[in-house]
């Protein structure tokens, strides 16, 4: 047996037919032909080329045909096989094996084995029709006479033939009927394409729609290929219009419609927007609804498919839909997968036919079974798409997140797991933002919104806003301030406090961050680890913030000298400017020049405990001089000034700035008053004595007294409000406020609350403007008080000048011998004297108007207090009034301090 | 035979054709094949050579009914 390798295929081939011809190589000649033509044309193979699954077939065939021994001993054959190196074509070898292999068992199996070699042994495309065509041209003349003649002499055949087959008996395992078959096919060329319909090409449908009455009759013939192609229906010869579906049809096109394609009968039915199968067909009820059923599996996948299409190839969906559509794209793959899986098997089937038998093929009621599960998963995918239409950013990550809100356990993983994906990149925004300070954000998906046009100066306050729409529903409103916040004092580190260095702290929690774990952590319980995460980075950078501006810019030294300087605290200082800017204030305001102001200035520092402070503070300290309207003296347009700069002018706005020029003006123009107040007393002390000597003027200077005095008292009392009630106890809770801050957004606010209470409280805001300028009123009484105090004392000391002159002069004369004074000149004299006198009454009378005006003014102005709103101007009104004085004047506050505070109440 | 095969792991390959032969008839003879050893070789060469195992398992088909049909005739 030992014939060497090397003789050629067609030599083989050759010693082949005549072996098994049994003839000489000239008689077998034509077969020999033959065969090289079949190899010839089918050179390829159409099956896999998968040994094992050869050996699988082979092991599976044995176990069928009840021969356990038998295919244990192939099993242990073929792992011996599997041990040699020889043959390096396996799977040709034990394919062939296969193919020739016949059942010894049944009879009526044999024919059916016959069909399915048949059929195995075609290849599956349209191209294979010539085998079965071609051969009765190709045949010699012999053989095909042999076939009629054998044709003819089965009596029973015709259309119908396949079906007496069983009837023929069958000897050995190679029968007689092979003849028939062939004979079969040349006779009614529609059996071959029933053949093939039944057991598996594809392609073969588009042949079998004119033999409707073939699909009935081979019913009966084929016994297991056929058990799956029956139809449900009982009419077996009807050829009537309605063409028969048979249940493995519906299962392929049901396998079709899992994909969104239309299948043969089962199609896509836009007006009703699902899948039907065709109203022609004549389908059973139960068959119809299993079919509807299992073709919301492919009205489900056409949405989600349309969804992930469409959002595709939309450029600005951004990040977070990206990571959705590829989530979804995910699920649809595994979807696929399971489609593989019952193509396969639905494949498998084809191949071996006969061989599996009812127990494992494809059927409706299989397929509805196995497909519950993906329907579960496809429907909550295809509801998550709904909800989702339209959204982008945080705004879909809050509608993924609102669907775990479920009870279903598996509809719940299922959506935590998408949530876990979709959120992903809104975390990797928030970890970028609160550890780095960047933004990246093309498509506006986060929710911190920056805005591009803002300089550094307006950073903190209107740089960065929250949007609010893109905040996810998992990440609470407190949290997202907080985050802005984070972000904020990072670039606010950068770019205006020019500090780049994050402290270690800050670097140390960056790196204990996220790892793909955290989107995951978020949503189970550990919604704690995210909150702590934020919480430390932001407690880490405030401090971090807050240590800068104080040591590096010292803010809190700033605030103090605004108070100190702005706020007249350092009185010392404002006294001695008070001093040295008196002469010049009187002069018109026209011809103030800043410069000459700004001397005074640093005079004055430099002559009080003013220049012990910060020489950076000082720099900063200047003279304003407001708009000048006409008829302004130099009092009214002087202010002093505080320059602010970088991450300072932060917190001192330009608002705050002017609001404290405005509270300088109002506390300047009081300390003014009281000044003007000491000079009048001044004046009453140093001329008192002098004026003993004219009793005349006793009067006037009484009634100037007592006016000078309630003027002192009333400005006393305002005084100590403004500087205690308002400035000192705002100042201290503004204070304590800031020393505890513990972000720059808490200074601020701090800051602005005192602001704003000063401003209130020292009638400076609108409500009060009845008030401020009633006080003005006053304000001006006191001045109209010193110009007459000073005009009177100016003519009184004149006149006193004069007559201690003409005493002198008198006594000169006297002791020179002369008369002491002549008639003329005592004339003139009294005459003077007289004048004077005459002008006492007026000045009495000018007093008293003044006296009774300013009174009129301050009851309006208590009437006024008592009605305010603002419980520390009650009881200021209540001060004012110690000795009810005023109210003994004016019956309108004859009503209880309690009273008043209820009608107050009640405005 | 199961000694030969595990003398046939050793490596001694001028056994193994022989061995070789008996496991593919074996299986043949399972599988009902009615192939005879000389033919089942003549088989495993062409295969070997790389022809198509369906197009060769048709032929040898179509020539065991031509066979058939002369005996039948005859």
Redesign the interface.
Known sequence: ???P?Q?S?NV??Q???C????KSEADAAQ?FQ??VR??G???????ERDEFLVAEK?KKE?VRQRREA?AA??SE??R??G??G????K??????????????RKQSNKVSSYAT?FA??L?RDAHSTPYYYARPQTLPLN?QD?NAQ?AQSSCSMGSSGISSISLYALNG??P?P??LI?GQSYQAPGVGDCLRQQLGSRLAWTLTSSQPSLQSTTSKGFSNAVSRGVPRSRREGDTSGSVEITEANLVRDVLYVFQGIDGKNIKMCNSENCYKVEGKVSLSKSLRDTTSRLAELGWLHNKIRKYTDQRSLDRAFGLVGQSFCAALHQELKEYYRLLSVLHSQLQLEDDQGVNLGLESSLTLRRLLVWTYDPKIRLKTLAALVDHCQGRKGGELASAVHAYTKTGDPYMRSLVQHILGLVSHPVLNFLYRWIYDGELEDTYHEFFVASDPTVKTDRLWHDKYTLRKSMIPSFITMEQSKKVLLIGKSINFLHQVCHDQTPSTKMIAVAKSAESSKDAADLFTDLENAFQEKIDAAYFETSKYLLDVLNKKYNLLEHMQAMRRYLLLGQGDFIRHLMDLLKPELARPATTLYQHNLTGILETAVRATNAQFDNPEILKRLDVRLLEVSPGDTGWDVFSLDYHVDGPIATVFTRECMSHYLRVFNFLWRAKRMEYILTDIWKGHMCNAKLLKSMPELSGVLHQCHILASEMVHFIHQMQYYITFEVLECSWDELWNKVQQAQDLDHIIAAHEVFLDTIIARCLLDSDSRVLLNQLRAVFDQIIELQNAQDAMYRAALEELQLRLQFEERKKQRELEGKWGVTASEEEEENKRMKEFQDSIPKMCSQLRILTHFYQGIVQQFLVLLTTSSDESLRFLSFRLDFNEHYKAREPRLRVSLGARGRRSSHM | RAAG?KA??AGS?WL??L???E??F???R??????????L??????????????????????????????K??L
């Not at chain 1, 799977?91 to 010894?104: A, K």
Request: charged share 15%; with cysteine.
């Open positions: 047996m030992a014939t390798d003789k295929p083989l081939l010693s082949l037919c072996r098994i011809l049994g077969q033959y065969a079949v190899i044309s089918n050179f390829a193979p159409t099956v082979i044995l038998d001993l192939f054959l073929y011996k096989l041990s040699q020889i043959l390096k074509n799977w040709s070898i034990l394919y062939l094996l296969l193919s020739l292999s016949e059942d010894p070699l195995q042994a290849p053989y042999r054998s395992p190679t007689t092979q003849s062939p | 095969g046939g792991l390959l193994a054709p061995m070789l032969q496991v593919l074996e299986i043949s399972i599988l009902n094949t009615g192939l005879d050893m000389e033919t070789s003549i088989c495993v060469r062409l295969c070997e050579q790389g022809i198509n195992p369906e197009a060769l398992s048709s032929v040898i088909k179509e020539l065991r009914k031509a066979t058939e049909a002369l039948v005739m």
